[in-house]
């Protein structure tokens, strides 16, 4: 299946019901959040988070035949920012991803050069728009809308 096919995020969903299960009842951590394959585990010791990280890596292979994926089992500290379901996370905040930042801008400059029609650009405006409000990017979607804007007049 495709990866962000709705079925294969409903399975991904059922599948890793198990991992939800033992992560919570009987690893018995209390800040745990999944989004499909993605997880973030919060906690204040490091150590702790090493064993967990381990225990789950075990049940995974034993039960479910998965893997953690290497470079992105990380502990990190959350000053850092933990980046997930395509933010920056933090503790009071969260930011836009700077790739998609990117990607939004060179969207606009091809619409700058007529690469890409006026509806076209608004529709892609409103969509990225629907994602980046959930972050805290009032400046930057101003900034956006702005370039879009500026070619006329």
Same mark, same amino acid.
């Given at each position: 299946m495709p990866l962000g096919n709705l079925t294969s995020q409903f399975f991904a969903n059922i599948y890793l019901n198990e991992l939800d299960y033992f992560v919570k009842h009987k690893l018995r951590v209390k800040y745990y959040i999944r989004y499909v394959d993605d997880f973030v585990i919060l906690h204040e010791s490091k150590e702790q988070l090493e064993i967990w990280r381990e225990e789950i890596n075990s049940f995974l292979k034993e039960k479910l035949k998965l893997e953690l994926h290497n470079q992105k089992s990380k502990i990190i500290s959350l000053s850092n920012g933990v980046d997930f379901v395509g933010f920056r996370n933090f503790y009071h905040f969260r930011l836009l991803r700077k790739r998609n930042i990117r990607s939004i801008k060179k969207k606009v400059d091809k619409y700058?050069? @007529?690469?890409?029609?006026?509806?076209?650009?608004?529709?892609?405006?409103? @969509?990225?728009?629907?994602?980046a409000k959930w972050a805290n990017s009032y400046k930057v979607r101003r900034k956006i809308i702005s370039k879009i804007y500026s070619k006329e007049g």
């Amino acid at each position: 299946m495709p990866l962000g096919n709705l079925t294969s995020q409903f399975f991904a969903n059922i599948y890793l019901n198990e991992l939800d299960y033992f992560v919570k009842h009987k690893l018995r951590v209390k800040y745990y959040i999944r989004y499909v394959d993605d997880f973030v585990i919060l906690h204040e010791s490091k150590e702790q988070l090493e064993i967990w990280r381990e225990e789950i890596n075990s049940f995974l292979k034993e039960k479910l035949k998965l893997e953690l994926h290497n470079q992105k089992s990380k502990i990190i500290s959350l000053s850092n920012g933990v980046d997930f379901v395509g933010f920056r996370n933090f503790y009071h905040f969260r930011l836009l991803r700077k790739r998609n930042i990117r990607s939004i801008k060179k969207k606009v400059d091809k619409y700058k050069i @007529e690469e890409i029609s006026k509806d076209r650009i608004l529709e892609i405006f409103q @969509e990225w728009n629907a994602y980046a409000k959930w972050a805290n990017s009032y400046k930057v979607r101003r900034k956006i809308i702005s370039k879009i804007y500026s070619k006329e007049g």
